[in-house]
């Protein structure tokens, strides 16, 4: 598949009703969807064979983009024996951006610890702009999560921001004017190493969205912490597709043992 093909082939998979869904705060963006892990028969499986996940989608934070063209990932992971949460936060746009969509993802970390069986931490998943929220909630000390797999993240905040990525989707998140270089920082996965908390990312060498550079430079900041793993030939999408090589690479990512 080329890299020009990879958005066609995720967004022209049909969403995937969950489970159930359980809301965690009153706006319509504060819910989070659950997908049970399925036996090889397709009947619901009576336990999980995998950690909880927690999946945070992209869309560099905009109301325009929404959780449900990861739904066919996520029914992917259960299908593998992983329970998954796939949350929704509020977005630019739509009563979200900076504080709003960082205490929804907080919230909706601990709503799927709550809901979602298994036990145990969940590892918690991004794309994206979710990689960010991801790796944003790693350096943030007391977050309930066992490790993060971030894929094709906004890494480095202030290295999107100087690029202009998506048309200025940085300050749009974080809101121009003064202030805006302190509220970056604050924002900064770049700026805040994971806190005791393994991180890996993956990142296709042939991203067009979110340059591979951005990984670099975070990795580069926390050496020791961050598994960097580039995939040759890999665009933005391909790894959170379904069926292509490089979401194989997740899904085994995802079945490893958490090790520290």
């Known amino acids: 598949m080329s890299v020009a093909d990879e958005e ?3 967004l022209g998979l049909a969403p995937v009703a969950p489970d159930r869904t359980v809301a965690y705060g009153p706006h319509p963006d504060q819910i989070v969807d659950l ?3 399925r036996a090889a028969d397709g009947g619901r499986a009576r336990t ?27 029914a992917e992971l259960a299908g593998r024996g992983l329970p998954v949460a796939l ?20 919230a909706g970390i601990a709503a799927a610890v709550r ?15 979710g990689g960010h929220l991801a790796l944003l909630a790693a350096g943030r000390p007391g977050t309930p999560v066992s490790r993060v797999l971030a894929v094709s993240p906004v890494a480095d905040l202030a290295r999107a921001h100087a ?26 996965p770049a700026c805040h190493p994971p806190a005791g908390v393994p991180v890996t990312i ?33 665009g933005h999408y391909g790894p959170v597709t379904p069926g292509s090589p490089s979401c194989h690479t997740l899904v085994a990512l995802l079945h490893r043992p958490c090790s520290t």
């Open 48 to 74: 999980a064979g995998g950690p909880p996940v927690v999946l945070l989608h992209g869309g560099f934070w905009r109301a325009a983009y929404d959780r449900r063209h990861l739904s066919p990932l996520a």
């Open 163 to 188: 690029l202009g990525l998506s048309n200025g989707a940085v300050a749009e998140l974080l809101g121009a004017g003064p202030g805006l270089a302190a509220r970056m920082a604050a924002a900064d």
């Open 87 to 106: 949350a929704e936060y509020r977005r630019v746009g739509a009563g979200g951006g900076a504080p709003q969509t960082f205490e929804d993802v907080t």
């Open 115 to 129: 809901e979602v069986p298994g036990g145990g931490a969940p590892v918690l998943v991004g794309h994206s702009a």
């Open 35 to 37: 997908y049970l892990p």
């Open 202 to 234: 993956l990142h296709g060498t042939d991203d067009p969205d979110v340059p591979l550079d951005l990984s670099r430079r975070y990795a580069a900041h926390s050496p020791g912490t961050t598994d960097l793993r580039e995939l040759p030939g890999v």
């Open 8 to 10: 066609a082939a995720l």
